[in-house]
């Protein structure tokens, strides 16, 4: 079984969507339309670009699909490293950190004996920016309101929030595959540095160092440009549903319920602006089969993934956090650990109730 004869109705949706998330109107903040331009820009070496590494030479490199700031393809995927010693662990960093760059070797003697050293890797696709101004404004409380670590429910379902000490002060982290980051505004400092190779000013919090070390003087990005992506981000709208009338939509919610998918893709969070409806608790979760061979981080151990939101999941293909699933019936195939119980749920229910589950993710 698969979801393929669904694809024609996220195609028929793009077209209306697309069209609406591409066009930025004259009413829009300044700010907004210049993040943009900055976004959809191709940064030349002359401006820093490339250093330490990189993996594009601009953010729509990779967030593209299906518009400008959405996700991006297979192929690409960034890859992580470090060692975990042949999986006995203890999971360790190796010099200069996990990231390898998809662009450019490492050049410096240290990162390439670093990287002789790993045994341990890992794929990591590109999510979708779209709605992440509205996740920025969940409520902390919201968050923490579904977490059960110790699993005192007994549904086999365990999610923890990422907590996140800047200064000094914990917080709770809500974007990144691990839930690192906590604000939106950090986000696009650590993916201009990281991602890019470019500067921004420092901001005291951390997420992006204030030098490279290049000939071009830092920072390479000036604090009205860094505003202004940031701005352009928070602007971008969440994905809106089709809005299928078709019963089976609605049947497939409520299947959607009753085998437990929402026990971690919780329909909607509340922040400042209301209910946010991205079907997601923001939690960590571990999903990955027994034996998982992955990267660790502090309060987000191997295997540890914050829940995807699902709000545009008929147009991210593929899925899962290294793309290992071309297709939503896949992607609930490769739900394992805490999970296992609500794929076996899914996976026993008729046909008609599968077909119409994939129909309701088909609508979201």
């Known amino acids: ?83 975990d010693n042949g999986g006995v662990g203890p999971f360790t960093d190796l010099p200069g950190g996990q990231g390898l760059s998809k662009l450019r070797p490492p050049l410096d003697p240290w990162r390439e004996e670093a990287a002789a050293q790993a045994d341990c890797f890992e794929q990591r696709q590109t999510p979708t920016l779209l709605g992440t101004g509205l996740i920025d404004g969940v409520f902390d409380a919201a968050i923490l309101a579904n977490e059960d670590p110790n699993d005192l429910n007994s549904d086999g379902v365990r999610g923890v929030a990422r907590r996140v000490t800047v200064n000094g002060v914990v917080e709770i982290g809500r974007f990144g595959w691990k839930a690192q980051i906590p604000r939106l505004a950090d986000f696009a400092r650590d993916a201009m540095f990281f991602e890019l190779g470019i500067t921004t000013p420092d901001d005291g919090r951390g997420f992006a160092p204030a030098g490279d070390g290049d000939a071009i003087p830092d920072p390479e990005l000036s604090a009205q440009q860094t505003a202004d992506v940031h701005a352009f981000m928070a602007a971008l709208p969440a994905p809106q549903r ?20 929402t026990k971690c893709h919780v329909p909607e969070l509340q922040g400042v602006n209301g209910s946010v409806p ?19 981080e502090p309060n987000a151990g191997v295997g540890m993934f914050r829940t995807p939101p699902l709000w545009g999941i008929r147009d991210t293909a593929p899925y899962m956090h290294d793309g290992r699933a071309e297709t939503l019936f896949a992607a609930i195939q490769a739900h394992d650990g805490e999970a296992v119980a609500v794929r076996a749920a899914f996976l026993a229910r008729p046909a008609a109730d599968q077909n119409a589950l994939l129909l309701f993710l088909a609508d979201l």
């Open 242 to 261: 089709v809005g299928s009338t078709d019963p089976l939509v609605a049947l497939g919610q409520q299947v959607f319920g009753e085998v437990g998918c």
């Open 1 to 83: 079984m698969n979801d393929t004869p669904f694809v024609h109705r996220s195609l028929l949706a793009l077209g209306v969507v697309a069209a609406a998330w591409m066009c930025l109107g004259p009413e829009e903040d300044p700010a907004v339309m210049r993040g943009r331009q900055l976004f959809d820009r191709a940064f030349a070496k002359a401006e820093g670009l490339g250093t330490p590494e990189m993996n594009a030479d601009t953010c729509r490199g990779c967030h593209s699909d299906p518009v400008l700031g959405g996700a991006g393809a297979l192929e690409l995927n960034v890859t992580r490293f470090g060692r």
């Open 278 to 296: 991205l079907f997601s608790d923001l939690l960590l979760h571990n999903v990955m089969p027994a034996g998982y061979r992955g990267m660790a």
